[in-house]
């Protein structure tokens, strides 16, 4: 019995690989998923700050025509240390403290300079061109895991003087293809062999979700050979088969494995590409079990592969986005199964490629995105809101 694509998603989240957390240096961390919440080490910017090169005053002084002697300088990394009344202003550079007495920052280009005198032109602004002490964030400010480490935000733990975080670990990822058909990319196949293309295709997509992939080697199709790769996946924090799932005779990964202890949840779904897609446990091991398609090993990836991925380094176990866009052309009917069409989307028109078998990779590899229609989806004109996933 097929279940639907909905229901598959609610069988996989007893499936998510609990992963442990570890510390990381800061510069080791990007990509990485926070896993404990960060306290602020220092205030940014740590003192009132000059967000401008020209000169700090008293605000009741800088009128235009208004003179006032230069008494000093304050630079960014070296302060002015004295105090400033009235009539007197410092010399100031961006990043610089402010100086005690001043609420204010003359720009340079507002002012004529004569030795240690300056006169006020007619252009002022209002200023004050001051950053207050903290106003980006206080000491002790607390920034919340789980969250995704960007760039951006190594810019700011950098700047709290944060320098390790504590991270979710990588889950290594088992994978391992199935058939007598397959050669290991790089090797030469004979003229009834391809290539293990998926292997290649799913580690990188599994590295970009920030996991670990370790690809074992091809399973032959004999029980033996299957076994024996299973076996060498069972210290991975999940396991991943591709092929040898639907129902020909040498489709041999639900019968071999159970024979070591896998437990399946769910096996196929209406789904299309991906029917026979299959998930359970090898003993304390998640396992996926992906069709052999091309097409349709990598759309199950993304749907429900890199979900889990996600939430066993703590993010939220959530369905991929969709959008809303509009057809760029008329579409039949459809058949009983969700059906994920790839499609090039343009602007807000998304029209789907002329062939649709799921072992076509060039046709993925140019689509940028998924138009997902509904089991028995009546006919549908060109211009009808679909919904999409981006790919
Ligand atoms: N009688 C039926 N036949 C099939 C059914 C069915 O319901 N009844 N389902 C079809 C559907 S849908 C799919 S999807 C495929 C999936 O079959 P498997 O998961 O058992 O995959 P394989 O048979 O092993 O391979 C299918 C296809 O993909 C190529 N392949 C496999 N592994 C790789 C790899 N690592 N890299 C690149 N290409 C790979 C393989 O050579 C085959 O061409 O079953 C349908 N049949
Ligand atoms: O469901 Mo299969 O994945 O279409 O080719």
Redesign the pocket.
């Known amino acids: 019995m097929m279940i639907s694509v909905a229901e598959a998603f609610t069988h996989l989240e007893a499936l998510i690989p609990c992963m442990e957390h570890e510390t990381v240096p800061l510069r080791a961390a990007h990509g990485r998923v926070l896993a404990a919440d960060v306290t602020a080490q220092r205030a940014q910017p740590p003192f009132d700050g000059s967000a401008m090169d020209g000169y700090a005053m008293r605000s009741a002084d800088a009128r235009p025509g208004a003179t006032a002697k230069v008494i000093g300088e304050s630079q960014a990394g070296s302060r002015f240390a004295g105090r400033v009344g009235a009539g007197e202003a410092v010399r100031i550079f961006t990043g610089a403290p402010v100086p005690e007495g001043t609420d204010r920052i003359v720009l340079q280009e507002d002012v004529d300079r004569d030795g240690d005198q300056i006169t006020l032109r007619d252009s002022l602004d209002q200023g004050p061109h001051i950053r207050r002490k903290g106003i980006d964030f206080d000491i002790g400010s607390i920034l919340t895991a789980p969250r995704v480490i960007t760039p951006r935000l190594i810019g700011l733990l950098g700047a709290m003087n944060v320098a390790h975080v504590t991270v979710a670990r990588r889950p290594v990822i088992g994978l391992i ?3 007598d ?2 050669v290991m990319p790089g090797e030469t196949p004979g003229p009834d062999q ?6 290649l295709a799913l580690a990188a997509l599994i590295e970009a979700a920030g996991a670990v992939p370790r690809i074992l080697p091809i399973a032959r199709d004999t029980r033996d050979s299957t076994i024996a790769a299973l076996k060498l996946a069972q210290d991975c924090d999940m396991v991943v088969t ?7 005779d040498h ?1 041999l990964v639900a019968s071999s494995g159970k024979e070591i202890g896998l437990t399946l949840d769910f096996y196929k779904i209406a789904m299309r ?4 897609l299959m998930a359970g446990r090898l003993n304390n091991t998640p396992m996926l079990g992906l ?4 097409v ?1 090993a990598m759309i199950c990836a993304e749907l429900f592969l890199i979900p889990l991925i996600h939430a066993s380094l703590g993010l939220p176990f959530a369905p991929r986005d969709r959008q809303t866009a509009k057809l760029g052309a008329a579409l039949p009917a459809n058949g009983p199964r969700e059906h994920y069409m790839r499609a090039r989307l343009t602007g807000t028109t998304v029209s789907p490629m002329s062939n649709q078998d ?2 076509l990779l060039s046709i993925l590899s140019e689509a940028n995105a998924l138009i997902v229609r509904p089991p028995h989806d009546p006919a549908q004109p060109a211009g009808a809101p679909v919904q999409i996933i981006g790919l």
Not at 194 to 199: A, K
Not at 242 to 248: E, F, K, L, M, N
Not at 291 to 294: K, Y
Request: glycine letters at 20%; a negative charge.
């Open positions: 293809a199935t058939g058909e397959l391809i290539v293990s293309s998926n292997s591709i092929g040898g799932a639907s129902v020909g489709d590409p991906g029917k026979p069709p052999g398609n091309p349709s799921s072992s």
